[in-house]
């Protein structure tokens, strides 16, 4: 048969499968108890989508792509569920920077002063900056992680240094 009666979709390229969020070689997947639900919530939903996709006969080429797609993701996800550690925002110690905390921060010097960044500290599949939450492996949470309200520190941001202080720690912020 002539290649002008052969799709190109069917040349046998492999799907990509989008990648989860990075979570460093040797690094514990930390979760807050939310965010353990949420990818719960998340692997349900892509079963749910793959049950659907393999009732669908309409395209066995497309249906066969997005269920390798979907099985990856799954696989991945799964992974990722039974690697958590959840750890329990309430437990950690009151009045220090650690995984769960929500913390205010004011520029002191260096950057605008007096500028004031809030964020929750959070797994890396739960971190959204839109949403104020930030992964434990950020470069900023780990300048942060172990200081008390009061304490300052040296803040790396690209060419030049600020020195920030920890103005607020709270634990108090129920579910995400």
Same mark, same amino acid.
């Given at each position: 048969?002539?290649?002008?009666?052969?799709?190109?979709?069917?040349a046998g390229q492999a799907p990509i499968i989008p990648p989860r969020a990075a979570l460093p %070689? !040797?690094?514990?997947?930390?979760?807050?108890?939310?965010g353990l639900e949420q990818l719960r919530t998340e692997l349900s939903d892509l079963e749910a989508e793959r049950a659907k996709t393999e009732a669908n006969r309409e395209d066995e080429a497309e249906r066969s792509r997005q269920l390798v797609i979907l099985n990856g993701r799954i696989s991945a996800l799964t992974s990722r569920i039974s690697s958590a550690k959840v750890i329990e925002p309430k437990e950690q110690p009151a009045d220090e920077v650690r995984f769960g905390a929500t913390v205010t921060l004011r520029t002191i %010097? !260096?950057?605008?002063?007096?500028?004031?960044?809030?964020?929750?500290?959070?797994?890396?599949?739960e971190a959204s900056v839109e949403k104020g939450l930030i992964a434990f492996v950020a470069p900023i949470v780990k300048a942060i992680q172990g200081l008390k309200k009061?304490?300052?520190?040296?803040?790396?941001?690209?060419r030049g240094e600020e020195v920030i202080e920890v103005e607020e720690v709270s634990y108090d912020h129920g579910k995400e």
């Open positions: 048969m002539s290649r002008a009666f052969v799709k190109e979709d069917d %070689s !040797g690094v514990a997947n930390y979760v807050t108890p939310p %010097s !260096g950057g605008k002063k007096g500028f004031k960044r809030k964020f929750t500290i959070v797994g890396v599949d009061g304490e300052q520190t040296n803040l790396p941001m690209g």
